[in-house]
């Protein structure tokens, strides 16, 4: 049974595009138009992943209001902001509303598709036990691949699909500076320079706030970062 | 000339003030002056009135011969020389033609009374008074009156020397029988003179000059004159009725003086009241009282009293005039004024008063006026001054204000002072704001436009992008694929174009929100050189970094994006074998980052705005390449400011190559960081 994605979307254009290509990647995807529609489709039954622009028809902050409502109905749906607005406010802000990701609108569909099965494995790998052999541990980190779950001194950090990925990268090979664009590649996003920094700043952030002598993303400058060895 | 110079050079128009108040000081002087005058002619006027009352020995109207008081007796010898201060005073009694046909002058000593007479007579014929010839001769015929008695003397001379007169008629009452005398002769005529005794002096005289001559006789005569002279009594009477310290003189219908009594020298007002400084005086006589018209003549005391306020004061009007005074500053009240007995003008009082007081008074309204009025001047200079210190300085206030609300770029900071106030110039900083809050918004639109319209372009974009995406599932021909790849090419570079546009905002909230932190320098730039080795290969990168740290507090990652930007400018201006030289150094308050490469230099114009937003040197982006925006520099120029400093471009002194400065002193620490750390 294909697993189900809403698409909400005012730019018919787009989500045309969107369900179309998704489609064709093997879900059963359905696009609303506007929240008062995705909110009345929704109340009869529950998609599984959820794609949420943030811009509304006349609502401007639409989007938020629809992924506040949902993130109380359903603790675990994964919800990925999918925007025109790239300014790190609505990133913060979005975020802060429980979604799993944020991407900008000029990710590639691929990029998107990528995320989106990461996600719905993920929701896959948290019913089942975990799975020894997908886990890298490194000093108090523990990564579970599978489930995309990374642990700090036993204690969850809650970090995005690109968050995860990034930390992912650089924890593979710890001591190895990873650059920009290598980054960028493994969390699927085009982002520049700038974006990757805001990332990692939020990623350490994340961390910090667990462990307030946390360290352990070394800034090699002019080159990248690198997971401390 | 500055506002304040302009307001002080009006606040000279305050120099009215002193002038009206001259002005009034003087009119005051003068109504002070009629007064007086009016007091004085008053008094004069009860003068008169008491002579009248007591029936004083009022001169008679009409001509008189004056008989002078002598202190000396004279030698009768028929030489005037001795006569020589009474000479001024003759009595000129000839014709109306020739008055000086006959010159009279009469004086008394306490024995003797004198009589000279001068006849110019250039014709002569002499004989002697009891010669038969007499008849056709030079002679004088005089007539003494006493009482009711008269007696007539025939005088006539053939040769100068002593003379004696004939008398006629024979009632003498008690004037002498014979009058001897001198007759002396010159070219221009002959002189007699003679005297008799005091007490045998006479009451009247007439006198008949005969100028004898061929075909007809001129003759001069005088009837009956009455003699007048000065009059002890009368001065007593005068004395006893004058006011006090007051000069009073009586003269006769001809200007003789008859009495006078008291001084003009101060009276007894000097004992009492102060005397005028001199420069009060100075000031009185050369600021207030303007015309001193009066007599000077009338300061002595003659025998004969000559001027204008007399002659108006005989023809029946009192006048009144003021002269300069004997002492510096006084001046003398003059009033003349007729003696009237019956309707007749039988003389005149003249009276006079030396005025200290006036002067004191005006003057001491002066300096008061002075005062009060430097005071004001003072006053109200300053308080000018200060006003238009005031209003210069909120001017200034407004116009630093002004200058400072537009920044550099045009961004609008801070507001206009003054927009509260409810005056003019409150009406101008309002303008002022509206004027400037009008370009804030102009200038935020286009700041923003560039952002605003890549968020715009970011939808259609999708579009774009996921309908090629869509694309690609389906079967297309090769030759429709090529187009398919074109079509992403170009979307592709639009992206990146749509990227770079809402890059300067971004950067703009990133670089503002970023938290400082204690970092080495030295060793970011290190870090960096080394990394961008590879990148300029073939080019040379030299890295000129002290061995020791250089602390910093600020964001790392910034610094290394803006280095990042000037290394990537500086490789694309550098020829493949030229060098790039990155270099730190530590100053006083904080450091100094140089980029400099080999390359072409930068045109003189652009060097001040090479660091604003979407300023670009380069030419148009070749293909494939990232299009340029200008943006690299401004971001570089932004995290400068961000760490308190600055960044600079100038060509390098040897003429081969670019230098771009960057100054940074480091992020100003937050508050709540530092407590944090105490803890």
Known sequence: MPRSIAIVEDEPLIRANYVEALTRFGYEVRGYASRPEAETAFALRLPELVIIDIGLGDEPEGGFDLCRALRTR????????????????????????????????????????????????RMDALRKPAEAESVIAHGPLKLEQERMRITWNGEEVPLTVTEFWMVHTMVRFPGHVKNRDQLMREAQVVVDDATITSHIKRIRKKFLAIDADFDAIDTVHGVGYRWRP | MSLRRKLLLVALAMLALP????????????????????????????LARSLAAINAELPQPGAALYVHELETPLQVDGYADDWLD???????????????????????????????????????????????????????????????????????????????????????????????????????????????????????????????????????????????????TLAAELAQFAPESTRARLISGEGWLLAESGELAAGPADTTTPQPSALARWSYRWLIAPSLQG????????????????????????????????????????????????????????????????????????????????????????????????????????????????????????????????????????????????????????????????????????????????????????????????????????????????????MERAIASADGEDFDLAEVVRGCAD????????????????????????????????????????RSFTPESGWIRISLDSVADGALLRVANQGPELPLAMQGRLFDSLVSLREGASRGEAPHLGLGLYVVRLVAERHGGSAAAHNLASGDGVEFTLRLRGMPREPVLATRRMR
């Open chain 2, 19 to 46: 002038w009206a108040g001259w002005q009034f000081v003087r009119q005051m002087e003068v109504l002070l002056r009629q007064g007086q005058e009016q007091t004085l002619i008053a008094s004069g006027k009860a």
């Open chain 1, 74 to 121: 359903a603790a675990t749906l994964p919800i990925l902001f999918l925007t025109a607005r790239d300014s790190d406010l609505d990133v913060i802000s979005g975020l802060r509303l429980g979604a799993d990701d944020y991407l900008t609108k000029d990710v590639s569909l691929h990029q998107l598709a990528a995320r989106i099965s990461a996600l719905l494995r």
């Open chain 2, 86 to 232: 009474l000479r001024g005073y003759s009595q000129n009694l000839g014709p109306v033609q020739d008055a000086q046909k006959l010159k009279l002058t009469l004086a008394e000593d306490a024995a003797w009374f004198y009589l000279l007479a001068e006849v110019r007579d250039a014709t002569r014929r002499r004989a002697d008074a009891r010669d038969g010839q007499v008849q056709q001769a030079d002679r004088i015929e005089l007539s003494l009156g006493r009482g009711e008695g008269e007696r007539s003397y025939l005088i006539a001379s053939a040769a100068p020397g002593s003379f004696d007169a004939v008398p006629r008629g024979a009632d003498g009452a008690g004037l002498p029988v014979s009058l001897n005398g001198e007759w002396q002769e010159d070219a221009a005529g002959y002189r007699i003179e003679l005297r008799l005794p005091r007490a045998q002096r006479p009451e009247r005289l007439s006198l008949r000059l005969i100028d004898a001559g061929g075909s007809s006789d001129s003759v001069v005569t005088l009837e009956r004159l009455p003699l007048l002279a000065y009059s002890a």
């Open chain 2, 531 to 570: 990394a961008y080795r590879p990148l300029a290969a073939p080019r040379r990168v030299d890295c000129e970094v002290p061995a020791q740290r250089v602390p910093m507090h600020g964001a790392p990652e910034l610094i290394a994006q803006a280095l990042d930007k000037l290394f990537d400018n500086a």
């Open chain 2, 295 to 506: 007599t000077e003549s009338l300061a002595q005391s003659r025998p004969r009293v000559d001027a204008a306020e007399l002659w108006q004061a005989l023809s029946g009007v009192p006048s009144a005039s003021w002269r300069a005074g004997a002492g510096q500053g006084d001046v003398v009240l003059v009033a003349a004024l007729p003696l009237q007995l019956r309707g007749e003008i039988r003389g005149a009082l003249v009276l006079e008063q030396v005025n200290t007081a006036l002067p004191l008074l005006t003057d001491a309204a002066l300096q008061r006026l002075a005062l009060v009025s430097i005071a004001a001047l003072l006053l109200a200079g300053g308080v000018l001054f200060v006003f238009a210190t005031w209003l210069s300085v909120r001017i200034r206030r407004l116009r630093d204000g002004a200058e400072r609300a537009l920044a550099a770029d045009g961004r609008i900071q801070g507001r206009v002072p003054l927009t509260d106030t409810r005056d003019e110039l409150g009406d101008l900083a309002r303008s002022f704001q509206q004027l400037l809050d009008a370009v804030g918004a102009y200038t935020d639109y286009l700041r923003t436009l560039a952002s605003k319209l890549s968020h715009e372009l970011h939808t259609p974009l999708a579009i774009v992008k996921s309908s090629l995406d869509n694309l690609e599932h389906h079967p297309i021909s090769s030759d429709a694929r090529a187009y398919v790849v074109r079509a992403r090419d170009g979307a592709d570079r639009l992206t990146h174009i749509v990227r770079a546009m809402s890059e300067s905002s971004r």
